[in-house]
């Protein structure tokens, strides 16, 4: 049973628009969460944290939101730029050691 | 089934013991891969097999050595390990054989130890 899950497969936005990919868990003891970022043929890249005593990170353009009750999770990429395809993977942990994945959204940025 | 499992969860073996990881999935996805992770830090790529033939070793050491003996199985076979291969591993899958996949279901991992 996936305990993260990411539900939109792909998403398509034009350039200097937001990218908004949304992220679900199921364990309420996940206190760590991350996004990678995958382009084909390579390892995932690690894009931004959060944990759970903070609601809001931003680094540059990107921003990931907590929303603990909810057992959410959404990364916002402003402006999303062509360089930003590739699929995005959430992933969470109860001890910062495991992390659970969800299965990916691949993002199209178009020019 | 949507899942990809892995065995065993936890592993501690010296440094001259000869032991494997597997992984199992049922999806019917035709590739897998390998990942390494240490703590807090994002997974790294190892191998990956694509219609059971290993099409990408990232210079991992001969200490570490995958198979796939069919479409559902990969294992890694590891023997003389040093500390400092302490990690979790990940095992994923994704549907097609090329790169054109969308979404890599990844397995819970085996928390390995080396002493």
């Known amino acids: 049973d996936q305990q993260v899950k990411q539900n939109s497969p792909s998403l398509s936005v034009q350039e200097g628009r937001i990218s908004i990919l949304n992220c679900d868990y199921t364990n309420s003891m996940f206190d760590y969460f991350l996004w990678y970022k995958k382009y084909p043929a390579e390892g995932p890249t690690f894009l931004i944290s959060?944990?759970?005593?903070?609601d809001k990170n931003e680094d540059g353009r990107f921003t990931v939101f907590l929303n603990k009750s909810a057992k959410h999770l959404s990364l916002h990429i402003v402006p999303s730029q062509p360089g930003d395809s590739a699929v995005y993977f959430c992933a969470a942990s109860e001890t910062g050691n495991q992390f659970y994945f969800g299965t990916g959204t691949s993002l199209t940025v178009i020019p | 089934d949507t899942e990809v499992t892995q065995t065993p969860k936890h592993l501690v073996m010296g440094m001259t013991n000869k032991k494997s990881l597997k992984c199992e999935q049922h999806m019917g996805h035709r590739a897998m891969y390998w990942y390494k992770q240490k703590a807090k830090k994002p997974p790294e790529l190892m191998f990956v097999?694509?219609?059971?033939?290993?099409?990408i070793n990232e210079s991992v050491p001969s200490r570490f050595s995958p198979e796939c003996p069919n479409s559902s199985l990969l294992n890694l076979h590891l023997h003389a390990l040093q500390p400092e291969d302490s990690a979790l591993y990940l095992c994923?899958?994704?549907?097609?054989?090329?790169?054109?996949?969308?979404?890599?279901?990844f397995g819970p991992g085996t928390r390995l130890t080396v002493l």
């Open positions: 994923a899958s994704s549907q097609d054989g090329g790169w054109s996949y969308n979404e890599q279901f």
């Open positions: 097999y694509s219609y059971e033939k290993l099409s």
């Open positions: 959060i944990s759970s005593i903070k």
